[in-house]
């Protein structure tokens, strides 16, 4: 009898061993998954950050192009586009104010949208033209 006692013991200390081990080895996984998340949610961060400096340095000089305050060929076309888009957005949200009922707007050079009894944008602080 006690040979089978010993042959159980050293069975349940195997067994134990083995959970213990794969509760250990769970626990290292979770921990690398919770660093893992942890750097790519701050590489999404910084990324974040970093596309709207492009995006904030894009619009700089995108208006300095606009303004004649800088000159560049290829850039000259590109906002020749966004012009372009611009009025095409400006004419079919009007079109969509004059079906909703809602208040004509009319889009700023920053591209925020702006009523169009408005002096200056709320987005920018430009003066705005008046028509």
């Known amino acids: 009898m006690s040979d089978f006692q010993s042959k159980l013991q050293k ?7 083995g959970v213990q081990k794969s509760f250990q080895e769970g626990k290292e996984k979770i921990q690398q998954t919770q660093e893992i998340i942890s750097l790519k949610n701050e590489i999404s961060k910084i990324e974040d950050n970093r596309d709207e400096l492009y995006l904030a340095l894009g619009k700089s000089v995108f208006e300095k192009i606009a303004n004649k305050e800088m000159e560049d060929e290829l ?5 020749d586009q966004i012009n372009y888009f ?9 079109i969509l104010n004059e079906k909703t009922g809602k208040e004509e ?3 700023c050079e ?13 987005s920018c602080g430009k003066k705005l033209d008046e028509e």
């Not at 611009?86 to 009007?94: A, D, F, H, R, Y």
């Not at 920053?110 to 709320?122: H, L």
């Open 11 to 17: 069975s349940l200390l195997g067994l134990q061993k």
């Open 75 to 79: 850039l000259e076309g590109v906002v």
């Open 86 to 94: 611009n009025e095409k957005i400006t004419e079919l949200k009007s």
């Open 105 to 107: 707007t009319t889009t």
């Open 110 to 122: 920053c591209g925020a949208e702006v009523t169009i009894d408005s002096k200056f944008c709320s």
